[in-house]
Each structure stands twice: as structure tokens, then as C-alpha cells.
């Protein structure tokens, strides 16, 4: 499974757009990245997914570049309820395959 | 639609008491099945999975144990409960063959005292 690193927190305020980058050298042909929002004492849940270039739904978009070594997480004019701790994971979800969260980002929207 | 199930949502165990949490999901049928525990303030950590009834993949030694007796039943067990196994559990599904879209339960706060 490809190793990934994010930044461990970041700040932003109401109304801006939030950019949280995810780095993943050793993404594998058969990846794919998605992304998950966890809030305290709650289970994380599923934001967006992606393999390639931009991918956008009603919460955020993915963008990832060509050589998929790095993918960005944007949160479009966020509030004070995006408040929480957001995951990057890589793997190609192969039957029998196992998740591995990292640390995660903790972001901190302020008014 | 599917849900996933998980009780309790709080628990406070002695040491060396036994523990069960179950987890059980609805609308779905031959999921992969996961146990996940979360220290305060830290990431997640795989503790167990499952792709199948019987079949129990851990990731890490350690004091607990997981069981799949039926399709869409998940538990996690120990026989004596140490103080480390403190901590937030989270039990998880996913859809057999498509990529990392897990969906967790709510959770359970264990305190071990």
C-alpha cells in the first residue's frame, strides 16, 4: 500500500477556499485516491475519490496531477462546520484489501 | 439502503473484564468488514478485517480478537481488558471489490479503568 503524507493541521477562515495536499510517491498503477472527513467522536466519512486528473461532487473537488504522485483537496468556501480532521488514502481496493489511515489533516475554520 | 449498527456507544470496563462489541449491517450482502481504534487525538489504526464468514485478518498483536459468525455480524472480543485497550472503536464496511469507500459506524468510546 502507497504511503501518504499531508500536512497535520491547517487554518483557514469562513468563506475562503481550503486546499489540503496529499503526497503519495509510490502510488501504484492501480490506485486510487480518496479522501474522508472525520469530526470528533464520529466515524470518518467518505468524501471523493479519484485516479486522475479532476474529480468534483457536491462537497469538494479532487485534483490529481498526471505522474498521480500527489493529489489536492479542495473545500470550496468553507465554514465553521468543515471543522475536522481529513484523511488521504491510496490502494487499489483489491478484493481483500485493508485500509490504513494515516494521521490526517486537522483543519481549523475560524470566524 | 444500507446501515451499519454499533453497540454500545460508551463503555467503562474494569481491567481484566471481559469485552464485546458488535456490529451488524443492513441492506448489503457479503461485505468486507472492518475494526478500527482511534487513541484520542491520533489516527486511525486497523485492528481486524473481514472478507468473508470465518475468515479474521488481523494487523497487529494484541489483546483483542474478532469473529464473523454471520454475513453482516461483526464482533470484537478479549477475555481481559487491558488499560491500553482504551480507546475509540469503529466498525466498518465496504463493498466487495470496489475501491477504498469504507462506511463506519458511530462508534464506541471505551474507557478501561
Known amino acids: 500500500l502507497a504511503k501518504t503524507t499531508q500536512p497535520i493541521s491547517m487554518d483557514s477562515y469562513e468563506g475562503q477556499e481550503v486546499n489540503i495536499t496529499c503526497s503519495h510517491n509510490?502510488?501504484?498503477?492501480?490506485?486510487?485516491i480518496t479522501w474522508y472527513q472525520q469530526f470528533p467522536s464520529q466515524g470518518p466519512r467518505f468524501i471523493i475519490q479519484g485516479y486522475k486528473t479532476k474529480v468534483t461532487n457536491e462537497v469538494a473537488s479532487l485534483f490529481i496531477p498526471a505522474d498521480r504522485k500527489s493529489s489536492t483537496l479542495s473545500l470550496p468556501r468553507v465554514s465553521l462546520s468543515d471543522t475536522a480532521v481529513y484523511y488521504c488514502?491510496?490502494?487499489?481496493?483489491?478484493?481483500?484489501?485493508?485500509?490504513?489511515f494515516g494521521a490526517g489533516t486537522r483543519l481549523f475554520v475560524k470566524a | 439502503s444500507q446501515t451499519i449498527h454499533q453497540w454500545p456507544a460508551t463503555l467503562v470496563q474494569p481491567v481484566g473484564s471481559p469485552l464485546s462489541l458488535e456490529c451488524t449491517v443492513e441492506g448489503t450482502s457479503n461485505p468486507n468488514l472492518y475494526w478500527y481504534r482511534q487513541a484520542a487525538g491520533r489516527g486511525l489504526q486497523l485492528l481486524f478485517y473481514?472478507?468473508?464468514?470465518?475468515?479474521i485478518s488481523s494487523e497487529v498483536p494484541q489483546n483483542l480478537s474478532a469473529s464473523r459468525p454471520q454475513d453482516r455480524q461483526f464482533i470484537l472480543s478479549s477475555k481481559k481488558l487491558l488499560l491500553s485497550d482504551s480507546g475509540f472503536y469503529l466498525c466498518?464496511?465496504?463493498?466487495?471489490?470496489?475501491?477504498?469507500?469504507?462506511?463506519f459506524g458511530s462508534g464506541t468510546q471505551l474507557s478501561v479503568l
Open positions: 488514502l491510496v490502494g487499489d481496493g483489491a478484493g481483500g484489501f485493508k485500509t490504513i
Open positions: 473481514s472478507v468473508g464468514i470465518g475468515q
Open positions: 509510490n502510488i501504484a498503477t492501480n490506485d486510487y
Open positions: 466498518a464496511w465496504s463493498v466487495q471489490g470496489i475501491n477504498e469507500k469504507l462506511f
